[in-house]
């Protein structure tokens, strides 16, 4: 009787033990919510999805891919990582030999040696070449702003008069140009009891940064609007909802304020899932400056979105609690809004996009 009592003991000193040791990380209750649920592993329309990265688009990467993507009912992925010159050739025949109607390829800028002399006409030239070659947009990664760096070591910021010609060029072309520009904003700030993205960044330390790292958040996200208000005759898309998922008002201003610019929401899905109402009424009034993006290829994750977009369900969780520790509820947007961002817009904005894929 003792021994037993004396294991029974250990047993709950053990199990006190284990719970004094699980952190928020682990931390994962089960909701006793009961409401309805309606997991969506297929869109309700074909989609496009104008933010995706492909690094490795070849003739075998395909047809996986493919299979992938018509499970969840995308007839289009629009590869930003086309790079340029003999890469994005290469890619863009590959796609050709095998899938020509669903892939789409975005060129990209090679910022080495910005300010030497002919830089800015050898860059256009080659963005010209690029579109030649079969590359239907310029996609700008995040380094403008945060790492590129001139000639002289100066850091070239996001309008700089040197890449002048490539949005003008661009324009000229007809094709548009989707933009990362920096990151969330609490990124830049204190890692305290504050800052709604500590646990973000407690498991992705390596995406803080210091308030002036490289500029302040203000700084870069500025040189962006005023780029974009330089070249009006450039369709420019603001990747990420152009980091204000979180201030949709704020958003509604800029979009009004610069007719040239449209978003798309890859990664920020979660931003407007726990704000149902307010991105709705987001969604109906620029339902035509808005496309899907998802960013990352990882295919169940996917459903989110569709069940962000297509559904009224409440209180469900989003697929990376470090990223969003918050439950979410659909907008159950309406159909004619729905084939508008799943494939309406892009077919608008992104050229030779094939239309005979959707239904209208």
Known sequence: MKKSLVVFSCLLFAGAQAQKSMDFEKYDPVSTLVVPEHIV??????????????????EQAIPGLLKDMDKMNMAVMVNLSGGNGNKLQSMTESIKKTAAKRFIVFANIDFAGVGEKDWTANAVKQLQEDVQHGANGLKIFKNLGFSVKD????????????????????GELKIPVLIHTADPKPFWDDMDEHNERWLELK????????????EPWEQLIEEQHRMFKKHPQTTFIAAHFGWYPNDLGKLSSLLDEMPNVVVEFGAVIAELGRQPR??????????????????????E?????????ETADEYFPYHKKYHAFWRM???????AILKKIYYKNALHI?????????PD
């Open 41 to 58: 592993t297929k869109a309700k329309f074909p989609f496009i999805d104008v933010h995706n990265h492909q690094w490795n688009l070849s």
């Open 151 to 170: 000639k002289d070591g100066k850091r070239v910021a996001v309008d700089d008069a040197r890449l002048d010609a490539i949005w003008d060029k661009c």
């Open 203 to 214: 498991t992705h330390p390596e995406r803080k940064r210091d308030a002036n790292n490289p």
């Open 278 to 299: 307010a991105a709705r009424q987001f969604f109906e009034k620029y339902q035509d400056r808005i496309m899907f993006g998802k960013d990352s290829w990882v295919p």
């Open 301 to 309: 994750e996917y459903n989110t979105y569709f069940r962000v977009l």
């Open 329 to 335: 509820y659909g907008m159950a947007l309406p159909d």
């Open 350 to 358: 992104i050229p030779n996009i094939d239309k005979t894929l959707f």
